[in-house]
């Protein structure tokens, strides 16, 4: 992104390029706490007597397709909330 070549290319590769960025920084976060979580699960800290859900650290696909900011924010790293 530092390069003369990305600023003279046009504003919907920048864009395109952009959102790829962020895209991917956010699944960086997805993998390290599904990581952890199955880290929890390996070590049975998280049953509950009937099945694995006693801990939840994020929900990437309602996320991902929550069209509000609210259910956005709701599931995003629900441990510390």
């Not at 390069?3 to 991917?24: H, K, M, N, Q, R």
């Not at 009937?50 to 991902?64: D, G, L, Q, R, Y």
Request: glycine share 6%.
């Amino acid at each position: 992104m530092k390069t003369d070549e990305f600023y003279e290319s046009s504003a919907f590769y920048v864009a395109l390029y952009t959102f790829g960025s962020l895209t991917f920084i956010r699944f960086k976060y997805y993998f390290g706490w599904k990581l952890s979580i199955s880290a929890i699960h390996a070590c049975g800290v998280s049953y509950n007597g009937a099945n694995f859900h006693a801990i939840n650290t994020c929900s990437p696909f309602v996320i991902e397709t929550d069209k509000y900011i609210r259910g956005k924010i709701s599931h995003w790293n629900t441990s510390v909330q």
